[in-house]
């Protein structure tokens, strides 16, 4: 097995901004801590859909997030973060508990494509 797909990310922040009375747009929200949600298309190997296998998603700055497989049909494509007011880049990697020769030693796939991120 070896683990080739790159997966696509998608980007979204979403925050709850003030809502006017008067009809017209409400005031922006300050700046701050936002809520970013990232997802991406599957990889469909085994290996990845396994246990010992899932993703990894990397944000400049921060902690890595690890996603792995624990049940049902594919590991997890998305996750929720909480992230400070700044300029970030995410990629995703996808990794399975066995390498190419089918061995232990593991394996991980190319980074996603990088996606820039700003948080106001």
Known sequence: MRIVDK?????????IAGCGGGGGVG???PPGPRSVS??????????VN???????VSITGQPL????????????TSTTITLPQGTYTVTVTAFAALDPQGGSTGSISAPSQAVIVSVP
């Open 7 to 15: 997966a696509a990310v998608l980007i979204a922040a979403g925050w």
């Open 65 to 76: 997030i690890t996603l792995p497989y624990t049940s049902g049909p594919a590991a997890p």
């Open 50 to 56: 396994s246990a010992g296998g899932g993703y990894r």
């Open 27 to 29: 005031p922006s929200a």
């Open 38 to 47: 990232v997802s991406w298309a599957p990889n469909h190997e085994k290996g």
